[in-house]
């Protein structure tokens, strides 16, 4: 497989859950696209509970890796539904189209979003006040 665009949206969200998608495919891309399908599919509270799960599990597996971050997980959900409901649009490429801070600029909006660098903090817990700050763009 040489890219995502390949992949319908059934066919990552699947190889993401059995931890068969490349690791060189899981991409921020790949990321944001995931919380747009688990967005569509499930609406935002339940998003943002599979995506942490599916993403762990995607770490621990495929990656290898301890540096699941649950608060960022969580923030790729949140950030996500933030700008779909600012858009008409229901294409995830025109999204990111109409955005492109989503694809270019992700970790100042999490840092927005949050109000501090959460990149730093809280690998496997959720900070203790958890409280997301409301964008103000």
């Known amino acids: 497989m040489n890219s995502?665009?390949?992949l319908?949206?059934?066919e990552l969200l699947e190889q993401i859950e059995n931890c068969k998608l490349s690791p060189e495919l899981f991409?921020?891309?790949?990321?944001l696209?995931?919380?747009?399908i688990l967005i569509q599919k499930h609406g935002l509270e339940v998003a943002i509970v599979?995506?942490?799960t599916i993403k762990e599990r995607y770490f621990k597996t495929a990656l290898k890796s301890d540096k699941f971050n649950k608060t960022l997980s969580r923030a790729y959900v949140e950030i996500l539904y933030y700008f779909i409901s600012k858009s008409k649009v229901n294409n995830f490429d025109k999204l990111l189209?109409?955005?492109p801070r989503l694809k270019f600029d992700f970790q100042q909006l999490v840092k927005t979003h949050y109000g501090y660098n959460i990149l730093k903090e809280h690998r496997t817990e959720e900070p203790k006040d958890f409280k997301?700050?409301?964008?103000?763009?």
């Open 27 to 31: 991409t921020h891309m790949t990321m």
């Open 132 to 137: 997301p700050l409301l964008f103000s763009f």
């Open 97 to 99: 189209r109409e955005f």
């Open 33 to 36: 696209r995931l919380a747009w």
């Open 4 to 6: 995502l665009n390949e």
């Open 8 to 10: 319908s949206e059934n």
């Open 50 to 52: 599979k995506n942490n």
